[in-house]
Nanobody, 129 residues
Framework: QVQLVESGGQLVQAGGSLNLSCVAS??????????MGWFRQVPGKEREFVAA????????GYKDSVKGRFTISRDDAKNTVYLRMNTLEPEDTGVYYC????????????????????WGQGTQVTVSS
């Protein structure tokens, strides 16, 4: 089995920045074979897509409200995916989850939760106004 562990979440003021990390461990043949995504959830709401990065060419996609502020990246040698979050807003508050899947081709990423097979436990991000 593959496990994902997120870290980096904390309380931050609006306008601040955070770096989230997600490290994969366990039965990983090659981390580069996984499409990786970040999702977030607040109480009472459904989990929503934030960002994703494909395998091979590292094609990225973002939720509209985070474009230009968030950046997803990966380091396959470290089995790690990152989410750099700048100019944070109170609306960015939530539990951030890392997800992984091996489905699809090299240049694809996925924006729906059911397309991912492996999930981390989440890390809390709180943005105060």
């Amino acid at each position: 089995q593959v496990q994902l562990v997120e870290s980096g979440g904390q309380l931050v003021q609006a306008g601040g920045s955070l770096n989230l990390s997600c490290v994969a461990s366990g039965r990983i043949s090659f981390f580069g074979s996984y499409v990786m995504g970040w999702f977030r959830q607040v109480p009472g709401k459904e989990r929503e897509f934030v960002a994703a990065i494909s395998r091979t060419i590292g094609k990225t996609g973002y939720k509209d409200s985070v474009k230009g502020r968030f950046t997803i990246s990966r380091d396959d040698a470290k089995n790690t995916v990152y989410l750099r979050m700048n100019t944070l807003e109170p609306e960015d508050t939530g539990v951030y989850y890392c997800a992984a899947t091996q489905r699809g081709g090299g240049g694809y990423y996925y924006t729906r939760g059911y397309e991912y097979d492996i999930w981390g436990q989440g890390t809390q991000v709180t943005v105060s106004s």
